[in-house]
């Protein structure tokens, strides 16, 4: 199985491809510094340089691929625009290319912050309705009913997490 991970030098990505890098597991890591990912590259990493905004990095990175774990996102200090452009438009520009591509498996990293503003008096489920109305989350609720929408009756299986905090002082550098 190959794995293609965006986000790889991030809080969450970079863990991840550690733990499969751990694991023996053959993956690729989409980035735009190549500098940042040296680690894992040296540990056996397939690095490929790229920008999740540009279909035809995207359309390189996902080739034979058969899971996606599309940890990539934009949050804090980027501006609105960004925020939408990278998890809602890149979001799904990578979900049409792993169509194109036949991957197996499309995991997406969202965030619990869709269900900001909620009034249940309770913990919110999975089953609620998302409510987050500044754009972090907003670009999150949009990405994931696009991704429904998008890989609804493919072959291409489906997979969101809600991250309920991520936190740490290890990134790669």
Do not use: C, W
């Not at 438009?89 to 965030?111: G, H, Y």
């Not at 269900?115 to 609620?128: I, S, V």
């Not at 990405?143 to 790669?172: C, N």
Request: hydrophobic share 40%; no cysteine; net charge positive.
């Amino acid at each position: 199985m190959k794995i293609l991970i965006t986000g790889a030098t991030g809080k969450v990505g970079s863990r991840l491809a550690q733990y499969f890098l751990n694991q023996k597991e053959n993956i690729r890591l989409l980035v735009r510094d190549e500098k940042r990912a040296t680690s894992l590259k040296e540990q056996g990493a397939e690095i490929i340089v790229g920008d999740l905004t540009n279909l035809n990095d995207l359309k390189k990175a996902v080739a034979g691929i058969d899971v996606i774990i599309h940890t990539a996102a934009a949050f804090r200090g980027v501006s609105d625009q960004t925020q939408k452009s990278v998890n809602l438009d890149a979001t799904l520009s990578l979900a049409k290319a792993a169509l194109e591509a036949k991957v197996q498996r499309f995991i997406f990293a969202s965030t619990t912050n869709v269900y900001l503003g909620n009034t249940l008096n309770r913990p919110a489920t999975e089953n609620d309705e998302p409510t987050g109305k500044a754009t972090y989350p907003a670009s999150k609720i949009a990405a994931e009913k696009g991704l429904h929408s998008l890989l609804a009756g493919t072959a291409t299986e489906l997979v969101i997490t809600r991250f309920g905090l991520v936190y740490g002082i290890r990134t790669l550098i």
